[in-house]
Nanobody
C-alpha cells in the first residue's frame, strides 16, 4: 500500500512563497510519474504540475507556469512543489498523487483518473 503525506501548506500573503513536500511511507514512488493537484471550495479538482519519474521532464497548468516548480528527490522518496508569487486564486487544498502506471506518462498527466494514490491534502491560503 502507498501512503502519500503532504506538508508545507499554510497562510501566506499575496506575492509570497511556500514549498510543499510529498513523501511516502511504504512502497516507493521513485519509478512513477508524480503530480500535484488542487481543489478550491466549490470547485473541481484541477491539475497543477507533474514530473516524470527519471528525466525531470515537467508539466504545468497554464495558471501556474512560471510561478510554480515541481521537483523530486528519488533518494528521499519525496516530491516538492515550490510556489512563488502566490495569488489569492491559488488558495486551495493541494494534493500529491502517484500515477497509475510506472515509468510512462502515456495516457496523459493532467487528468485525475490517471492517478491511483492520493495524499490527504495540505491547505494553502493566500491572503490579499
Amino acid at each position: 500500500q502507498v501512503q502519500l503525506v503532504e506538508s508545507g501548506g499554510g497562510l501566506v500573503q499575496s506575492g509570497g512563497s511556500l514549498r510543499l513536500s510529498c513523501t511516502t511511507s511504504g512502497r516507493t514512488i521513485n519509478i512513477y510519474p508524480m503530480a500535484w493537484f488542487r481543489q478550491a471550495p466549490a470547485k473541481e479538482r484541477e491539475f497543477v504540475a507533474a514530473i516524470s519519474w527519471n528525466t525531470g521532464i515537467t508539466y504545468y497548468a497554464d495558471s501556474v507556469k512560471g510561478r510554480f516548480t515541481i521537483s523530486r528527490v528519488n533518494a528521499k522518496n519525496t516530491v516538492y512543489l515550490q510556489m512563488n508569487s502566490l495569488k489569492p486564486e491559488d488558495t486551495a487544498v493541494y494534493y500529491c498523487a502517484r500515477k497509475m502506471t510506472p515509468f510512462s506518462v502515456r495516457g496523459g498527466v493532467n487528468t485525475s483518473t490517471e492517478y491511483q494514490f492520493w495524499g490527504q491534502g495540505t491547505q494553502v491560503t493566500v491572503s490579499s
